[in-house]
């Protein structure tokens, strides 16, 4: 990864990012993002991480892994170097709290959150909550973004808590094999159009859906974000620029 990537050299003003699925078994990616921290992302006033940074989070007590320590360390020294880092949690990593935060250095957002850049009213969001026809899916986010759900998963021990999510990732995987219309699940045409009614936004950024694309609706534009996957045949890695004129750029490590 060079800089010749960015066409740009002058300061964006945001970065948007996403579904980076970070873990111990996909190393090439950790070292994709962190050789974009150090390089790409220096270059924004501002991150934005919009869910499944990492595989999954069990909890902040988990913070000292080789892994999370090395993504930890990174974020920090990015927001020392005065780039503002935000986070919206995933559907993997809603678990990340205060002492993450006061750790990596990031300013968590809301599931959907606005924000005022230039111009631009932009809506914010992972996008998970916004596939209506995942009806399965739903009934779970809301069982397990329930406070009381959390309390109780986090009063566990760690090494409980870490074999829950495995056992959970593994029926999920079945499950989704024996679904191939799973991978088709979207954001609901009625979702999108009431993010835009709600929040005034003409700009909807979301991850999720692990596609980027540029879609156009009556009410704004929407930017889904890709996924990165540098560990397999098929690589993929992505992320959205918006540059100090107000205009937005998709890129790739590949440029």
Request: glycine fraction near 6%.
């Amino acid at each position: 990864m060079t800089s010749e990537t960015i066409a740009n050299p002058a300061r964006l003003q945001a970065v948007f990012l996403a579904d980076l699925h970070l873990s111990s078994a996909t190393p090439r990616t950790t070292d994709a993002f962190l050789a974009f921290l150090a390089d790409e992302a220096a270059r924004t006033q501002r991150l934005y991480i919009l869910g499944d940074l990492f595989e999954y989070w069990a909890g902040d007590d988990d913070m000292e892994s080789p892994l999370n320590q090395q993504v930890i360390l990174a974020l920090r020294q990015l927001s020392d170097a005065n780039v503002s880092v935000f986070w919206t949690p995933g559907n993997r990593d809603f678990l990340a709290s205060g002492d993450f935060a006061s750790a990596s250095g990031v300013t968590f957002l809301q599931d959907l959150e606005v924000v005022d850049l230039g111009e631009l009213k932009i809506a914010l969001a992972h996008g998970d909550e916004q596939c209506l026809d995942d009806t399965d899916y739903l009934t779970f986010r809301a069982m397990v973004r329930n406070p009381q759900w959390q309390q109780q998963f986090l009063s566990m021990p760690l090494a409980q808590r870490k074999a829950i999510i495995e056992n959970f990732r593994r029926d999920t995987t079945r499950e989704n094999q024996a679904r191939p219309e799973y991978s088709s699940f979207d954001l609901s045409a009625s979702a999108i159009k009431a993010v835009f009614s709600q929040t005034g936004a003409s700009v909807f950024i979301h991850g999720h859906t692990h596609t980027a694309g540029v879609h156009h609706h009556d009410e704004g534009t929407r930017y889904s974000l890709s996924d990165w996957n540098l560990d397999t045949a098929e690589k993929r890695s992505g992320w959205l620029e918006l540059s100090a004129d107000g205009s937005f750029t998709q890129r790739t490590l590949a440029g």
